[in-house]
T-cell receptor, first 112, second 115 residues
Framework: AQSVSQHNHHVILSEAASLELGCNYSYGGTVNLFWYVQYPGQHLQLLLKYFSGDPLVKGIKGFEAEFIKSKFSFNLRKPSVQWSDTAEYFCAVNGGFQKLVFGTGTRLLVSP | DGGITQSPKYLFRKEGQNVTLSCEQNLNHDAMYWYRQDPGQGLRLIYYSQIVNDFQKGDIAEGYSVSREKKESFPLTVTSAQKNPTAFYLC??????????????FGPGTRLTVL
């Protein structure tokens, strides 16, 4: 069975700091990987996704993630965070028929 | 204005009562999903439907039931058999069933509290 681990449950950063949120998955086959974000009071929305090709994926709002197959990882990065990035971030993997498996989420608080 | 709507936003019920959460989409998506979100546990799949009149259990289906009589609607009933129903419920949809690369789009959620 596939599973997703997000090791950082809470992250606090100051504005302009760099961000890296860890995501590791367990699944032996071909995977599709996603990062979703949930801003306070808003819908869960897609930040970026990886299906194939270039393992470095760029998403909205300056976020990017790198798929490292040998490490079963898909870490999310942003070089300089803003107060508006305060949100909960979810990594998800889909290794089978339409069933997304989500990590437990990471709450990011960016202080101005 | 396309999207996924869920109603109500907040719902309170007494123990022992069944309650139905609404989910409607006007995106013409084939597949629809119900998730439950609990603090520190992420999202867990309750039920999903790939096509009208068909649905499958997800990882935590016990105590829940669904129907898919219309393409645009996928209501979820939380029955009295659900041991811990207080949670935030999210509905999602995706374009085509069978394409595991499809992005899922989420509704605003319903927060259910059992008193």
């Amino acid at each position: 069975a596939q599973s997703v681990s997000q090791h950082n449950h809470h992250v606090i950063l100051s504005e302009a700091a760099s961000l890296e949120l860890g995501c590791n998955y367990s699944y032996g086959g071909t995977v599709n990987l996603f990062w979703y974000v949930q801003y306070p009071g808003q819908h869960l929305q897609l930040l970026l996704k990886y299906f194939s090709g270039d393992p470095l994926v760029k998403g909205i709002k300056g976020f990017e993630a790198e798929f490292i197959k040998s490490k079963f990882s898909f870490n999310l990065r942003k070089p300089s965070v803003q107060w508006s990035d305060t949100a909960e971030y979810f990594c998800a993997v889909n290794g089978g028929f339409q069933k997304l498996v989500f990590g437990t989420g990471t709450r990011l608080l960016v202080s101005p | 204005d396309g999207g996924i709507t869920q109603s109500p936003k907040y719902l309170f019920r007494k123990e022992g009562q069944n309650v139905t959460l609404s989910c409607e989409q006007n995106l013409n998506h084939d597949a629809m999903y119900w998730y439950r979100q609990d603090p520190g546990q992420g999202l867990r799949l309750i039920y999903y439907s790939q096509i009208v009149n068909d649905f499958q259990k997800g990882d935590i289906a016990e105590g829940y039931s669904v129907s898919r009589e219309k393409k645009e609607s996928f209501p979820l009933t939380v029955t009295s058999a659900q041991k811990n129903p207080t949670a935030f419920y999210l509905c999602a949809s995706s374009i085509k069933a069978g394409l595991h690369t499809d992005t899922q789009y989420f509704g605003p959620g319903t927060r259910l509290t059992v008193l």
